[in-house]
């Protein structure tokens, strides 16, 4: 009952928690879900290992060879052999039609608000958001100055899990992330504990997860697919904001990303510089957005226990 209680009540939510037991906090209808089925799943399991545990107990006590020195010559027993072949076979079935309608739901993509292609390389994200002017960014992990510097900045920046750019979605909206790698890579896993997102990324093919947030704040994950030699350091950060938030921060994208195009053509030179100085401001801008999010969030959960994750 105790793994009941951790399941959730316990366990942070976008990042583990250090002590933690069970599974990160819910954050979209999909992880809620797998939150019911989990708490589920270990009634039943709690109930036959007590029921085992209590059955092994009596045989020991009645049936030892002093209690019962004479033992019984029974070799078959209908009801009880019926009993013990039919009784798990239910057992399995309850959990088998909540499984697959949880299986049924993971894979129902409804309709998407918003878009996402995350791809794996060897070793870091990009994301791209292809119904916005198909804008991009590359997600890696911060080293422990950058991390330092958000700190002293009030900004939570779990070790191993803060990163550079993180992906910008709107609260209460339907997120579908497509999911890739390099062509020339290995095989990655992009996944967000806390949205029950988890899917592989294989180079040369897309995969497809999706959610829906529900809360504000940022959730982390990390590439869930052995890939090589840090494999340990791609984690990804999804930061959900009001809608407000997101419409500034992506018109600030698409704008910086039309400069960047519009600086790529330009024959003038001092135009080009022109551009890609328009061009850093504007993604400096989409930045300030972000980092002005997080303080605002910042009191949705406790600091020091953010900033302690990974840190023993
Ligand atoms: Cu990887």
Redesign the pocket.
């Known amino acids: 009952m105790i793994f009941l209680a951790a399941s959730s009540a316990w366990a942070g939510m976008g990042h583990p928690s250090p002590g933690q037991m069970g599974l990160q906090g819910a954050a979209s209808p999909v992880s809620a879900e797998i939150h019911n089925f989990y708490d589920f799943v270990n009634v039943i399991i709690v109930a036959i290992a007590v029921f085992v545990l209590l059955l092994m107990l009596y045989v020991m006590y009645r049936f030892n060879e002093q209690s019962n020195p004479n033992p019984s010559r029974t070799a078959h027993n209908t009801l009880l052999e019926v009993a013990w072949t039919v009784i798990p076979i239910l057992i399995l079935v309850a959990i088998a039609i909540p499984s697959f309608r949880l299986l049924n739901f993971q894979y129902s993509y409804p309709k998407a608000d918003i878009t996402i292609k995350a791809t794996?390389y060897t070793?870091y994200w990009a994301h791209a958001y292809p119904d916005l002017g198909d804008f991009s960014f590359e997600t890696r992990m911060l080293d422990d100055a950058a991390r330092e510097e958000l700190i002293a900045e009030n900004i939570p920046a779990p070790r191993n899990l803060a990163v550079d750019n993180e992906v910008v979605v709107p609260v209460n909206k339907v997120v579908n992330v497509l999911v890739t790698a390099d062509p020339e890579g290995v095989i990655?896993d992009w996944t967000i504990p806390s949205f029950g997102s988890k899917v592989d990324a294989v180079p040369g093919r897309v995969t497809t997860t999706w959610f829906k947030p529900t809360v504000e704040g940022i959730f982390y994950g990390q590439?869930s697919?052995l890939?090589g030699k840090d494999?340990a350091f791609?984690p990804i950060g999804v930061r959900v904001v009001s809608e407000e938030t997101f419409a500034a921060w992506s018109e600030a994208m698409q704008a910086a990303n039309t400069a960047g195009k519009d600086a790529r053509g330009e024959k003038d030179k001092t135009k080009r510089r022109e551009k890609l100085r328009e061009k850093k401001e504007l993604i400096k801008k989409a930045k300030q957005i972000i980092r002005e999010a997080a303080l605002r969030q910042r009191g949705n959960r406790k600091l020091a226990e953010v900033n302690a994750v990974g840190m023993q």
């Open positions: 794996g070793w990655h590439c697919e890939c494999h791609m």
